[in-house]
């Protein structure tokens, strides 16, 4: 489950990802013709606050991410 992936920095500690085109499993195991999640955390922890939007259509599956990097401990200490 590769696909593309491309990632990188926004303003001042948020990043983004952004993958496309990867196949999450053979026909023979599965088919998920559609799903849809939107995602927004506020719970401040490692890769949080973010905002993720994920799709799968026909078991090629797609997201993008945009999440806050923080360079202190994740438990704040």
Same mark, same amino acid.
């Given at each position: 489950?590769i696909? +593309?992936?491309?990632?990188?920095? +926004?303003i001042?500690?948020?990043?983004? !990802? ?27 922890? !490692?890769?949080?606050p973010?905002?993720?939007? !994920?799709f ?9 991410m945009i999440y806050?990097?923080?360079? !202190? ?5």
């Open positions: 489950m696909g +593309l992936c491309f990632f990188g920095n +926004l001042k500690n948020y990043s983004w !990802e952004l993958q496309l085109f990867a196949i999450t499993r053979k026909i023979s195991d599965g088919f998920t013709f559609f799903s849809f999640k939107i995602n927004f955390d506020f719970f401040k922890f !490692e890769h949080n973010s905002f993720h939007i !994920e799968i259509i026909c078991n090629i599956y797609n997201h993008l806050k990097n923080s360079k !202190e401990n994740i438990y704040g200490k």
